[in-house]
């Protein structure tokens, strides 16, 4: 694994707009970057990322099976408990889900070592499925890539497969919902909503804000229909603490993703794997936080923090890193501090895609510092041949 310059498609902004990659830029900083691509061999892939995806998403849905027979571990997930039955009977329906994210601290040299897990509202997908591909071919074309270069990625093709096999399982309306400001996760939602078209799903999209409550209960859509099932690019510990979520349990909606995902996106899964799999090479040593001094060589998380918020870092050598955000408050673990590695002052994270249960590619963001944050850099990748333990050029 190495970070590579390269240079810059000259169209690619055209091509962005073309495909409604609207937020390649945010608040006039670059997100999309593709001034360099990290680089890969097969075997790191298949090996080192590929095969330990696929092994742990397994492990994490035996745990799901341990948590919702637990009310113990329902407490400590931080799980409402109006929502705990709906959660188990998910589950035990089986109902179906599409996919998720793991994201690796990883350079190439060890095993790559999980971070965390998004499983409910994952993000930088458009960019990973379709983008960086995009970008795969073009380079090539350019001769700005090795010949033979290719890329870990069929993540649409997993998509729509995926899509596919569910699609009888999807109660009808189905509709596509995130929130209506958000850039980036319209344009999340309407790939994802290309992908159940192109598996044949008839499907409709609306805003979050605009999904209503009927009389007797039920969500409806702007017609006042009853919605079937809802992907819904909304965090559910969230919808939990607002008032449309008491109505949830008994709705008869079907929302993909499941609610059994809660338990996967909370933090809290972390210690539970730990427990259950100690030694494992690509945990991490974690504990639920019992609110005292964070020791060296130890990272705190809340349970449902996202992108790099509230952060508390105490690294072996006694610098303290933090971040702020939304979630001062409420129940975290702690987590043995493993730092990202660092590329020319780059600190790449990689996000591992599972669709259906299957590894299907990966996404590098990157940052300035230790911390992914919402401001971290969306990087390409390829996987090139090695000759003689050089890489061709």
């Given at each position: 694994?190495?970070?590579?310059?390269?240079?810059?498609?000259?169209?690619?902004?055209?091509?962005?707009?073309?495909c409604?990659?609207?937020?390649?830029?945010?608040?006039?900083?670059?997100?999309?970057?593709?001034?360099?691509?990290?680089?890969?061999?097969?075997?790191?892939?298949?090996?080192?990322?590929?095969?330990?995806?696929?092994?742990l998403?397994?492990?994490?849905?035996?745990?799901?099976?341990?948590?919702?027979?637990?009310?113990?571990?329902?407490q400590?997930?931080?799980?409402?408990?109006?929502?705990r039955?709906?959660?188990?009977?998910?589950?035990?329906?089986?109902?179906?889900?599409?996919?998720?994210?793991?994201d690796?601290?990883?350079?190439?040299?060890?095993?790559?070592?999980?971070?965390?897990?998004?499983?409910?509202?994952?993000?930088?997908?458009?960019e990973?499925?379709?983008?960086?591909?995009?970008?795969?071919e073009?380079?090539?074309?350019?001769?700005?890539?090795?010949?033979?270069s290719?890329?870990?990625?069929s993540?649409?093709?997993?998509?729509?497969?995926?899509?596919?096999?569910?699609?009888?399982?999807?109660?009808?309306?189905?509709?596509?919902?995130?929130?209506?400001?958000?850039?980036e996760?319209?344009?999340?939602?309407?790939?994802?909503?290309?992908?159940?078209?192109?598996?044949?799903?008839?499907?409709?999209?609306?805003?979050?804000?605009?999904?209503?409550?009927?009389?007797?209960?039920?969500?409806?859509?702007?017609?006042?229909?009853?919605?079937?099932?809802?992907?819904?690019?909304?965090?559910?510990?969230?919808?939990?603490?607002?008032?449309?979520?008491?109505?949830?349990?008994?709705?008869?909606?079907?929302?993909?993703?499941?609610?059994?995902k809660?338990?996967?996106?909370?933090k809290?899964?972390?210690?539970?794997?730990?427990?259950?799999?100690?030694?494992?090479?690509?945990?991490?040593?974690?504990?639920?936080?019992?609110?005292?001094?964070?020791?060296?060589?130890?990272?705190?998380?809340?349970?449902?923090?996202?992108?790099?918020a509230?952060?508390?870092?105490?690294?072996?050598?006694?610098?303290?890193?933090?971040?702020?955000?939304?979630?001062?408050?409420?129940?975290?673990?702690?987590?043995a501090?493993?730092?990202?590695?660092?590329?020319?002052?780059?600190?790449?994270l990689?996000g591992?895609?599972?669709?259906?249960?299957?590894?299907?590619?990966?996404?590098?963001?990157?940052?300035?510092?230790?911390?992914?944050?919402?401001?971290?850099?969306f990087?390409?990748?390829a996987?090139?041949?090695?000759?003689?333990?050089?890489?061709?050029?």
């Amino acid at each position: 694994m190495r970070r590579v310059s390269t240079a810059e498609r000259p169209d690619w902004r055209a091509k962005a707009a073309a495909c409604g990659f609207g937020f390649h830029t945010i608040d006039d900083a670059p997100y999309w970057d593709e001034s360099a691509y990290y680089a890969f061999s097969l075997r790191e892939i298949e090996n080192d990322i590929e095969a330990p995806s696929e092994e742990l998403h397994a492990m994490a849905l035996d745990m799901v099976e341990r948590i919702v027979g637990s009310e113990q571990h329902m407490q400590q997930l931080a799980i409402p408990e109006p929502y705990r039955d709906w959660i188990a009977q998910s589950w035990r329906a089986r109902q179906p889900h599409l996919y998720g994210r793991m994201d690796f601290a990883y350079d190439g040299t060890g095993p790559a070592k999980l971070y965390e897990l998004n499983y409910d509202t994952p993000t930088s997908l458009f960019e990973a499925a379709f983008f960086q591909w995009q970008w795969l071919e073009d380079q090539l074309a350019r001769g700005q890539l090795p010949v033979g270069s290719d890329q870990f990625n069929s993540i649409y093709e997993s998509l729509v497969e995926a899509f596919g096999t569910i699609a009888r399982g999807i109660a009808r309306p189905f509709h596509f919902a995130a929130v209506r400001d958000s850039v980036e996760d319209q344009g999340t939602v309407a790939y994802l909503r290309d992908c159940a078209l192109q598996a044949g799903i008839d499907c409709g999209a609306l805003a979050i804000e605009d999904i209503g409550i009927s009389e007797d209960g039920r969500f409806t859509d702007l017609d006042d229909q009853v919605i079937g099932c809802l992907f819904k690019l909304y965090p559910l510990e969230d919808m939990f603490r607002e008032s449309f979520g008491a109505y949830l349990p008994h709705s008869g909606l079907q929302l993909i993703e499941p609610p059994w995902k809660a338990l996967l996106s909370n933090k809290g899964i972390l210690p539970l794997l730990w427990d259950a799999h100690r030694g494992h090479p690509n945990l991490l040593p974690a504990a639920f936080d019992n609110g005292g001094a964070l020791p060296r060589g130890w990272v705190r998380k809340p349970l449902h923090s996202r992108e790099g918020a509230n952060i508390a870092m105490h690294l072996d050598d006694g610098r303290e890193l933090r971040t702020d955000g939304p979630y001062r408050d409420g129940p975290c673990i702690r987590q043995a501090c493993h730092p990202l590695p660092a590329f020319d002052g780059h600190y790449p994270l990689i996000g591992s895609w599972v669709v259906g249960d299957r590894a299907c590619g990966i996404g590098i963001r990157e940052d300035s510092s230790l911390v992914t944050q919402d401001s971290a850099r969306f990087v390409p990748h390829a996987i090139v041949e090695e000759a003689r333990g050089v890489l061709m050029a």
